[in-house]
């Protein structure tokens, strides 16, 4: 039965992708725009390190490539986040317009009907940047694993966006008790910003973070290094765990803002 | 609640200014210098870099294009008062709040964390008047691309296409002469640079007094220049929402 | 199984007593503190199926917040409430899938897509089987006229239009029970009459139990068999709506300005020996007289007085809401201001 109904929810999330994205590319120039916006967005640190780079080839011990590969593998989450997760960025505006209601009425999982809410597909923008600067780097880095590079990768890029969603999610849902504090999600999204580079440059108490309750070093710093230097090809499966963990606890911050909008209405 | 919700711009800005502040630092760890700058003046450079990103913050910005978007401009026209007048007290409120607050920055990071290098510059009336016109450049243009909101539903995606070029071709992650050539070119040929190259080199004393005169012109120029452009759009969204009839 | 069963609902809202400023936010978040606002105060419903029933109130007299409750989005602070036998906070997902509900001033709709996309969601949402949804899209396109704007993206739609597709919506999965908050509030006349023949139509046709709230009274009139009048969050009048009309609409009231060279005393014995009614003096030349359908008609009450008097100005006012919910409390009506007595 629980097998049964999950299946028939991802049915039905598919559905609702599809629709969506028939939906927005029928506003051709709006969609042109949001891709340029979004190429020229995380472009803009791609070209910050190049620029850098051009000067000091290795830093810590990073040569530019790896730090490139780094670059794509922490943007192509991001993507993926917005083709399928974009909506949780409606969530504080649903909850300060008192609009909730409407996902709460139907007999479906809310969080995955707020993911669906909104979807856009300028995602592909980030997405592809994302894989063309992996794939530049794959031909200057040695990467240790060969063909198996491919499927570790597809892995970490899942949970990576899982993991913004998320994050995503938690911090938005700080909206059910800040009803003004709607750019707490903006906050945690610049610190996406941080996580495309090398955790070592920073100071421990900010690599920290990064393993929580911000855990990108799971999905983006942990297995480049595994992926370019070597090691037990397990920290691979430290993405889905970490993914599966900070899911769950956004859930259950969700759902504790629930029953606060539930008994106080609007 | 508003106050928060600034405290909370402010931390987006410092994340921001972060990542490039750790990497300069590993990439000048070796005591090297870039395009003539050595540590502590970069420090001084993104200090700078950082205070300018928060006057004039991505939150004013988005209201300004809000209040367009919401329609309220078809009430706000019918209060009698001139629509840039308008807009521009707000702005100049907003101003004033964040400058208050860049100042307490100012002298706390100063005085604690970062010992800035104090500016080497000929003529600090010229300092002064770049780092004026480069606050109402942000300004004016903050409010252009909230006019274009007559046009496009999706003014946020036009926000973020202006703010990576901004960011990239101001100066305000690197100096502009780590650029390729063709790029440095380009840079010069855009407004972005008068927002904040124009003032760091006059403040590290990069250009002389006739060569800074001469940024700081080309800073009027642009301000004129899109001042106009705005009056102009908007002296046509006006007429374009007339005809849809409010 | 009754369709609604509600016995002693209470709800309270928690106000948060915050001082202003950053200082009193993060004060209230180490010590909050709440002061209780009540919403309702112990509410009994009984709702057969098929029943049709208008709930009535002014603003604040806990109309949203009853309906809130029985579709399961809030939860309440104590009582007993069984819809389709379900708790609906408790066991709301599988509560929802049995109701339908149209929130007035929102939509349920998707804002981007297509009406007609909006519904192939809703269908895979409830697992409506084919068969039944193509019946239902048919049926609806037809009696709503939905035909015209079936691909046209949500946000273009009109308030009308938008009204129309979101109680399609509402009603694509053959729910038995539906909810509905001020379903015509902003409609133009013509949509409102749509809306009201199409709920009437359910109601009858197909056995629909209807939980309907409004403002207007036309609107219950229009599609309701019972009525139920809340106030100050409790139910005051729970009845058949064509006795509630009878005693509540009974008391009509004429104003009848007279010339200055009458004397209003003068009028009011003129209308006390034809028809028995006693008329109030409101000054020197206006008279109001206060009648029952049963009493007297408007037509024979101005009659009666034009012919012995001259009269400058009448005016005839049905009661309103307002005034009828205090009649049941048997409270002697206000003066009325004389701004509305003057208009003409």
Known sequence: MAAEQRAHALTHFALLLRLQYRAKSAYRADLALEIVSALLRQGTWLAFMLVLLRRTPVVDGWDTWKMVFLYGLATAPLGLNVLLFDGVWKLTELIRKGELDSLLLRPVDPVLHLYTRSVSLHGIGDLAIGILAMSLAAQHVPLRFGLWTLPLLVVCVVSGSVVYASVNLASAALGFWFRELHNVPFLVQQFTDLARFPLALYPPVLTAIFFFPLPFAFVTYLPTVLLTEGGSVWVVLTAPAAAAVIHMLARLGFRLGLRRYESAGN | MYRGRYVVGVLISLVQITVLYYIWRAIMSGGQRHAGYDWPQMQTYLLLSFLLTLVLSFGTEERVSASIRDGSVSLELLKPVHYMTLRVTELIAALFVELLSVGLCLALFVSTVLPAVPPETGSRFLLVLSFLLAVALKATIAITTGVLCFWTTNVLGLIACRQALALMLSGAMFPLQMLPDWLHTVAYALPFQSFFNTPTMIYFGRVGTADAAGLVALQGAWLIALAGMTALLLNRGFRRLDSYGG | ?344
């Open chain 3, 1 to 344: 199984m009754r369709t609604i069963e509600v016995r002693g609902l209470r709800k309270e809202y928690r106000i948060p007593e915050k001082e202003p400023g950053l200082a009193g936010t993060v004060k209230h978040f180490i010590r909050p503190r709440y002061r209780a606002k009540p919403a309702l105060a112990g509410i009994d419903l009984d709702i057969e199926p098929g029943e049709s029933v208008g709930y009535l109130g002014s603003n604040g007299a806990g109309k949203s917040t009853t309906i809130k409750i029985l579709t399961g989005l809030l939860s309440p602070t104590d009582g007993y409430v069984r819809v389709n036998g379900f708790d609906p906070h408790r066991e709301r997902k599988r509560h929802v899938r049995e109701i339908g509900a149209v929130f007035g001033h929102r939509t349920g709709l998707w804002w981007d897509l297509p009406v007609i996309d909006s519904f192939k969601t809703l269908s895979s949402m409830y697992r409506i089987p084919d068969a039944t949804y193509r019946a239902n899209l048919k049926l609806f396109t037809e009696l709503l006229e939905l035909e015209e704007f079936l691909s046209v993206p949500v946000r273009q739609l009109s308030l009308g239009q938008r009204m129309r597709a979101d109680l399609a919506a509402a009603l694509l999965h053959d729910p038995k029970l539906i909810f509905l908050d001020e379903p015509t509030g902003g409609l133009d006349v013509n949509s409102k009459v749509a809306v009201r023949q199409f709920i009437r139509h359910l109601n009858q046709q197909q056995g629909t139990t209807i939980f309907l709230t409004s403002h207007d009274m036309a609107d219950i009139e229009g599609m309701c068999n019972r009525l139920i009048i809340l106030d100050r969050g409790s139910a005051v009048l729970d009845e058949d709506i064509d006795k509630a009309k009878h005693r509540l609409a009974a008391d009509r009231r004429l104003v009848v300005t007279v010339s200055d060279t009458e004397d209003v005393a003068e009028v009011a014995r003129t209308v006390h020996n034809a028809s028995g009614l006693t008329c109030t003096m409101l000054d020197r030349q206006r008279l109001s007289c206060e009648f029952g359908r049963t009493e007297a008609t408007a037509a024979h009450l101005v009659g009666v007085i034009m012919r012995a008097h001259e009269i400058v100005d009448f005016e005839l006012r049905e009661p309103t809401l307002e005034q009828m919910v205090r009649r049941l409390f048997q409270q002697p009506p206000p003066s009325p201001p004389p701004a509305e007595v003057r208009s003409r």
